[in-house]
């Protein structure tokens, strides 16, 4: 059984910085990617940003570009999301999600609160 733990929300001013990690357990990832998606009050859940387990090739939605960095920790079977220069319009409840490469996204996480303030 696949399970996703995310963790490192919280509230931050404008301008500040956030890591979020999401720990995942219960099979090999290897021909997995990993993805980060996003929902703010009222909107609809959009794609943030994905990195492929292995070889570590990332994409970003044009919001965060520049901004937010994924990365991924083998070892520790942990996937980050490193986000910088975070404004008001970053709120929302940040969710981990992972699926077989080409087969879309398959597991999620609870997800965990991001809060950015003026």
């Known amino acids: 059984q696949v399970q996703l733990v995310e963790s490192g929300g919280g509230l931050v001013q404008a301008g500040g910085s956030l890591r979020l990690s999401c720990a995942a357990s219960?099979?090999?990832?290897?021909?997995?990617?990993m993805a980060w998606f996003r929902q703010a009050p009222g909107k609809e859940r959009e794609f943030v940003g994905r990195?492929?387990?292995?070889?570590?090739?990332?994409a970003y939605a044009d919001s965060v570009r520049g901004r937010f960095t994924i990365s991924r920790d083998i070892a520790k079977n942990t996937v980050y999301l490193q986000m910088n220069s975070l404004n008001p319009e970053d709120t929302g409840v940040y969710s981990c999600t992972c699926g077989v490469h080409g087969s879309g996204y398959t597991y999620w996480g609870q997800g965990t609160q991001v809060t950015v303030s003026t």
């Open positions: 990195i492929m387990w292995s070889g570590g090739s990332t």
């Open positions: 219960g099979r090999s990832f290897s021909n997995y990617v």
